[in-house]
């Protein structure tokens, strides 16, 4: 998800300290959002940083078929059309 999140702002020509500031949170919580460092991102928040940056999203599940526990699932972040 990272670095979808990272490939949206850019693409809006946003620095993570203006993306922060739109959004409401610290550039640190951009940066570990971005890195991955931060591994319990809201979902409010991943639609606000988006929404910032022009693009509405959407969210995928994959689950691994060679497990049966829940955990063993992934979540794919896709940018999809960029605002008008």
């Known amino acids: 998800m990272g670095r ?5 702002r850019l693409s809006a020509r946003l620095s ?3 993306l922060a500031r739109k959004v409401g949170v610290a550039r640190s919580t951009v940066s570990r959002m971005e ?3 931060h591994s319990d991102m809201s979902v409010d928040t991943v639609l606000r940083l988006a929404s910032a940056c022009g693009f ?4 995928t599940a994959v ?11 992934s979540v794919w972040l896709y940018a999809t059309n960029r605002k008008a």
């Open 56 to 59: 509405t999203i959407t969210f």
């Open 16 to 18: 993570q300290a203006a």
């Open 35 to 37: 890195t991955g460092a």
């Open 4 to 8: 979808e999140l990272r490939r949206i």
């Open 63 to 73: 689950r691994d078929a060679s497990s049966s526990r829940q955990r063993d699932s």
